[in-house]
């Protein structure tokens, strides 16, 4: 039996080097925690774990001595009890229902008793929330009195342990740095703005190589994969019965799960326009950000809940604005929300998309601006949502 594990892990470990690391988690190391710490600035890592009866939190922040300071907060509550409010709460969302409660109650287990230990001097918060608390839109819970996107720029973390992984440096734009491969979908799912977002790359990167329509396929996304720029992908996710996770579908069929992992990743950013492409998923399946992340990406942007194709066409073109000015994807990723939210400030509409990694990779976040004025659309966006299939 031995003999035979063994022989599993280096098959895996020669398919894709990190799963062993997803096999086999380590303890986190101290030392690389502070140091990756150091490296965002003025940033802190806030993890969070769920027993049967508690919810306990920790901010880990590094100190002038080379150490760790961690505050750690416990609050009573039941792991079923919060299971139950964070599927309310996205629930909610889906139907775009008042899920102001719901959001007030999380913000007071989940922020309130981190808000002195976190600082108001912290700029950037590494988030690590495993489940029940995976899906948790955190851009839209609140820290003293407004959203805690207007206070700071979020990035996901699988778990603390990684902090110090090395990973893909996440370059500054440069004329030719992205690829995008965007596919409108089929009769019955359509995606009609999906080649507007290459454009809207288009025009802010300068130079992009565009792979739209019948020449959106498998071939294209995983050269566009191994290539070491940015990649962009707007498509739909199905969720099927692939093993592993869910399959992209685009113009020539889907690639799979075990066929991105077998590929061997090479983009720092990796932009992902479909629904639900961050969501965790039952029995053993990872998340297609968790996925791509595994595969040797640097960072995935992806949204937990299904968007519109409205929705999510516009908050990537004020990412791409963001990027091309040389923001970081997670401060690019803030600045785009909050644009977004001041046109349509239910939270489906802008707080659901985040930016995950595995590693610190990120440049130290500008100060938040002033978000721009609260003007209301007088409608909402079309309902129109990208994957995963029905």
């Given at each position: 039996?031995t003999?035979?594990?063994?022989?599993a892990?280096?098959?895996?470990?020669a398919?894709?080097?990190?799963l062993?690391?997803?096999?086999?988690?380590?303890?986190?190391?101290?030392?690389?925690?502070a140091?990756?710490?150091?490296?965002?600035?003025?940033?802190?890592a806030?993890?969070?774990?769920?027993?049967?009866?508690?919810?306990?939190?920790?901010?880990?922040?590094?100190?002038?001595?080379?150490r760790?300071?961690?505050?750690?907060?416990?609050?009573?509550?039941?792991?079923?009890?919060?299971?139950?409010?964070?599927?309310?709460?996205?629930a909610?969302?889906?139907?775009?229902?008042?899920?102001?409660?719901?959001?007030?109650?999380l913000?007071?287990?989940?922020?309130?008793p981190?808000?002195?230990?976190a600082g108001?001097?912290?700029?950037?918060?590494?988030?690590?929330?495993?489940?029940?608390?995976?899906?948790?839109?955190?851009?839209?819970?609140?820290s003293e009195?407004?959203?805690?996107?207007?206070?700071?720029?979020?990035?996901?973390l699988?778990?603390l342990?990684?902090?110090?992984?090395p990973?893909?440096s996440?370059?500054?734009?440069?004329?030719?740095a992205?690829?995008?491969?965007?596919?409108?979908?089929?009769?019955?799912?359509?995606?009609?703005?999906?080649?507007r977002?290459?454009?809207?790359l288009?025009?802010?990167?300068?130079?992009?190589?565009?792979?739209?329509?019948?020449?959106?396929?498998?071939?294209?996304?995983?050269?566009?994969?191994?290539?070491?720029?940015?990649?962009?992908?707007?498509?739909?996710?199905?969720?099927?019965?692939?093993?592993?996770?869910?399959?992209?579908?685009?113009a020539?069929?889907?690639?799979?799960?075990?066929?991105?992992?077998?590929?061997?990743?090479?983009a720092p950013?990796i932009v992902?326009?479909?629904?639900?492409?961050?969501?965790?998923?039952?029995?053993?399946?990872?998340?297609?950000?968790?996925?791509?992340?595994?595969?040797?990406?640097?960072?995935?942007?992806?949204?937990?809940?299904?968007?519109?194709?409205?929705?999510?066409?516009l908050?990537?073109?004020?990412?791409?604005?963001e990027?091309?000015?040389?923001?970081?994807p997670?401060?690019?990723?803030?600045?785009?929300?909050?644009r977004?939210?001041?046109r349509?400030?239910y939270?489906?509409?802008?707080?659901t998309?985040r930016v995950?990694?595995?590693?610190?990779?990120?440049?130290?976040?500008?100060?938040?601006?002033?978000?721009?004025?609260?003007?209301r659309?007088?409608?909402?966006?079309p309902?129109?949502?990208?994957?995963?299939?029905?």
């Amino acid at each position: 039996m031995t003999q035979h594990l063994a022989q599993a892990r280096a098959a895996l470990g020669a398919l894709q080097p990190r799963l062993l690391r997803l096999l086999s988690p380590a303890p986190w190391d101290p030392a690389a925690v502070a140091s990756g710490l150091r490296r965002e600035g003025q940033g802190v890592a806030v993890v969070y774990y769920a027993t049967a009866q508690r919810l306990v939190s920790w901010v880990v922040r590094p100190t002038e001595s080379q150490r760790l300071a961690v505050a750690m907060s416990v609050v009573t509550l039941p792991r079923a009890r919060l299971t139950a409010a964070v599927a309310a709460l996205r629930a909610g969302l889906q139907r775009w229902d008042d899920v102001a409660p719901w959001l007030r109650q999380l913000s007071t287990w989940l922020i309130r008793p981190l808000a002195g230990a976190a600082g108001a001097e912290a700029r950037q918060w590494l988030v690590v929330a495993p489940e029940p608390l995976a899906d948790v839109p955190f851009a839209a819970l609140a820290s003293e009195g407004a959203a805690l996107a207007e206070r700071v720029t979020l990035t996901h973390l699988p778990a603390l342990a990684w902090l110090g992984e090395p990973v893909a440096s996440s370059p500054a734009p440069q004329r030719g740095a992205w690829v995008s491969v965007a596919w409108e979908g089929e009769t019955g799912r359509p995606l009609p703005l999906a080649a507007r977002e290459s454009e809207a790359l288009g025009r802010t990167a300068m130079e992009v190589t565009a792979y739209t329509g019948s020449h959106a396929t498998r071939q294209a996304l995983q050269e566009a994969l191994i290539s070491g720029r940015q990649v962009h992908l707007a498509t739909h996710v199905d969720s099927g019965a692939a093993p592993l996770g869910r399959m992209i579908a685009l113009a020539d069929g889907g690639l799979s799960p075990l066929e991105l992992l077998a590929t061997r990743v090479n983009a720092p950013l990796i932009v992902l326009s479909a629904c639900e492409a961050a969501r965790s998923l039952a029995g053993g399946r990872l998340a297609l950000d968790r996925l791509l992340l595994l595969a040797g990406a640097g960072q995935v942007l992806a949204t937990t809940e299904r968007v519109s194709d409205l929705g999510a066409a516009l908050l990537m073109k004020h990412f791409f604005r963001e990027r091309s000015r040389g923001l970081a994807p997670a401060a690019a990723l803030q600045q785009a929300q909050l644009r977004l939210r001041a046109r349509w400030p239910y939270p489906a509409a802008w707080a659901t998309f985040r930016v995950s990694e595995l590693g610190t990779s990120l440049a130290p976040a500008p100060a938040p601006s002033e978000t721009p004025g609260a003007k209301r659309a007088p409608n909402d966006p079309p309902t129109r949502a990208r994957g995963p299939a029905t």
